[in-house]
């Protein structure tokens, strides 16, 4: 082909690119674009976090491509509309993109091939965001998996594609294409930054996967269920915009694993393949299931009595509920635009079972603070808390939030880094200020505004209600 179009959507990166590279082999010129979406700015779940960090890989994307010779055009608007006229523009065969699974993206994607092939341009998609795709793993009975277990043992058999590599320098000159200026910043579209975000692009990206591969990943196992001891890769937001391909990370920890001294160290690499696996399960949830984009995974579960008491979820969003693990995540996420995964899921089942408020107002509220708000595993992770979803944890079980801090947070380290009106108090009542009501009124730390042993009572008579 004489000309392609790169389509850059959540793959912002120049290496491990399928669609990319594919586009470098096949045609002699590659014409990459980047298309900053009116929905960025307005769409439901935007967030500042999120925004910026989007803006920034994608100003460290457009500095590798220049490396390359190559001239990153970004233009603002629509893509439905700006891709054939730029198609004409630049008088290309066929747009190439990676593949997007979320089902509001594939039914633009639809519009888009139809609007293409009207002026006779193809457009090709290829995956790369994931190993396997929705249609690949499937259970004997030709039907998708909706436990993880038995999906996860699937997958494994399976052998995973290596890295495509990186993309050589320009082949052939381009063109001049006029491009249009991307906003500064998230303030500039309305959406004030106050939270200090992870380095972006994926310079940044690969750093991360090294240092984390060269020591961290042998105590994953054990480390990543502490929040004071950051023992997560933290990834997510680049796997998220596609800083890093998800086959350079296992083939990284494959190298990794090669290179473990104990079963422990090999035990680790293991349990972080089962959290890249995770998020390969709950992408094809979402596609297979579109449905849980609008309610519980499980439809009997619509029917459950929330209580949906509004100054309860403000409490719960500013970090304010007097239970301190809880408001110490959240004061977490306010202000990073992240959260660690044992965080997350205390968070989680706090807000559905013990302030009794729908999982959906608490999935809204991490996508639009989350650097990684990832719509296929937010979702997933938020009806695994309620107890909706596929493979959820059943609803009887509701963790306790002092002993899920006493057990994961020993001395209140996390919690006295973000709640600094605890800091009088002594290590064995950090979880649990209320048992000093003297030095609680003194701290100015809000007593609790829902007594834990009252609400799982009431908990559980919700969801028996529906159960029958
Ligand atoms: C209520 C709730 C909401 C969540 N929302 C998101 C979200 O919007 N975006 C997101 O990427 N993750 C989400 N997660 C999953 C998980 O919390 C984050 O992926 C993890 O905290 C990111 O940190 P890390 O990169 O250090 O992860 P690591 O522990 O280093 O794991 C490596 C990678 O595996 C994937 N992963 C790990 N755990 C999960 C999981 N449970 N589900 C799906 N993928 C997983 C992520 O891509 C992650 O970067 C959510 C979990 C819960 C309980």
């Given at each position: 082909m004489k000309a392609v179009i790169h389509w850059f959507r959540r793959d912002l990166r120049v290496s491990d690119n399928v669609a990319l590279s594919e586009a470098a082999k096949r045609a002699e010129t590659v014409i990459p674009l980047f298309i900053f979406e009116d929905a960025f700015r307005t769409?439901?779940?935007?967030g500042a976090a999120r925004l910026a960090f989007l803006l920034q890989s994608v100003e460290s994307l457009r500095k590798n491509l220049a490396e390359l010779g190559h001239t990153l055009i970004v233009r603002c608007g629509k893509s439905e509309e700006i891709l054939p006229t730029f198609a004409k523009e630049v008088g290309a065969q066929c747009v190439f993109a990676n593949k997007r699974y979320e089902p509001y993206t594939q039914r633009r994607d639809e519009r888009i091939t139809g609007a293409l092939l009207k002026i006779g341009v193809g457009f090709e998609m290829f995956k790369d965001a994931v190993v396997w795709e929705e249609q690949e793993i499937l259970n004997l009975s030709g039907k998708p998996y909706t436990v993880f277990t038995p999906y996860s043992k699937a997958w494994k058999v399976k052998a995973v594609p290596a890295p495509v590599g990186k993309i050589g320098p320009r082949k052939a000159v381009s063109g001049n294409y006029p491009s249009d200026a991307l906003p500064a910043s998230p303030d500039a579209v309305g959406y004030p930054l106050t939270q200090k975000i992870p380095a972006a692009g994926e310079r940044a990206a690969l750093e991360l996967l090294r240092k984390f591969m060269a020591g961290p990943v042998y105590s994953y196992a054990t480390n990543r269920n502490f929040p004071a001891l950051d023992g997560g890769s933290n990834l997510s937001p680049h796997l998220r915009a596609g800083t890093i391909g998800i086959r350079t990370i296992i083939a990284e920890l494959n190298k990794a694993k090669v290179k473990a001294v104990d079963a422990n160290a090999v035990k680790s690499c293991e349990t972080f393949l089962n959290e890249l696996i995770w998020r390969e399960f709950y992408a094809q949830v979402l596609h297979n299931f579109p449905h849980v984009t609008k309610g519980a995974f499980r439809p009997e579960y619509d029917k459950l009595q929330w209580s949906d008491n509004q100054e309860h979820f403000v409490a719960w969003c500013e970090g304010r509920t007097g239970y301190p693990i809880v408001d110490a995540a959240m004061r977490c996420l306010n202000a990073t635009g992240t959260m660690h995964n044992r965080l997350r899921m205390i968070v989680a089942m706090f807000l559905t079972k013990d302030l009794l408020i729908n999982w959906q107002w608490g999935e809204r509220y991490f996508m639009k603070q989350l650097v990684d708000g990832d719509m296929a595993a937010n979702n997933g992770g938020w009806q695994w808390s309620a107890g909706t979803g596929t493979d959820a944890a059943p609803y009887f079980r509701i963790f306790n939030p002092v002993s899920q801090a006493e057990k994961f947070d020993a001395g209140g380290k996390f919690v006295r880094q973000w709640i600094p009106e605890l800091k009088d108090f002594p290590d064995d009542l950090v979880h649990q200020p209320w048992e000093n009501p003297l030095l609680l009124a003194k701290s100015k730390y809000p007593s609790r505004i829902v007594l834990h042993e009252e609400q799982r009572g009431k908990c559980l008579a919700m969801f028996k209600a529906v159960k029958g």
């Open positions: 769409g439901p779940d935007v």
